[in-house]
């Protein structure tokens, strides 16, 4: 993101000097010394007076590319670094949501699983209970079909005493 600021930047500045440049150049004139007069004659005008300054041009080029280029370098690298450490930012951040969200699923599934388990003992404990009074119950019925049983003996056998007394006192 900010590499592409340096970029911009870049070609602003590249801009600016071309328009800078191609203002200014018309108004050059390129004089020397001339020791006859005594003075000062012109012997270029605009954009002629770059040839007789050739190698002072090619001095300002070379060293305004190479101070340029050490600018572009370092803010470039500045700006990728800066570029590096907002991505790291932002993974670190994701990573600890994903982490956070991660526990959260783990805990949910946790106490879900610690419900369920709850809810299974209950169910196991509903169950023995079932199981014990079924077996009370049957115990009672037991007794109870004893008892009966007890009862109905002595019934039959009362009904047989009282019908041999009466066969006895039938003479």
Not at 49 to 70: C, H, K, N, R
Not at 139 to 168: P, V, W
Request: with cysteine; net charge positive; proline share 2%.
């Amino acid at each position: 993101m900010r590499r592409t600021g340096i970029w911009l930047s870049v070609i602003a500045l590249l801009l600016g000097a071309c328009a800078w440049t191609i203002w200014r150049i018309p108004h050059l004139a390129v004089a020397e010394w001339d020791v006859a007069v005594d003075g000062w004659r012109i012997i270029a005008y605009g954009w002629a007076g770059l040839l007789p300054l050739w190698s002072l041009v090619l001095a300002g080029i070379l060293g305004g590319f190479f101070l340029f280029g050490i600018a572009f370098a370092w803010s470039y690298d500045w700006a990728r670094n800066a570029d590096y450490r907002a991505q790291l930012a932002r993974l670190t951040h994701e990573c600890d949501q994903a982490h956070a969200e991660a526990e959260a699923r783990v805990t949910r599934r946790e106490q879900a699983a610690q419900e369920a388990q709850a809810r299974a003992e209950q169910i196991r404990l509903a169950a023995l209970q079932a199981e014990q009074q079924a077996h009370t119950q049957t115990q009672t019925a037991a007794a109870h079909a004893e008892h009966y049983r007890l009862r109905a003996r002595n019934a039959i056998c009362a009904a047989e005493r009282i019908k041999r007394k009466t066969a006895r006192s039938e003479p």
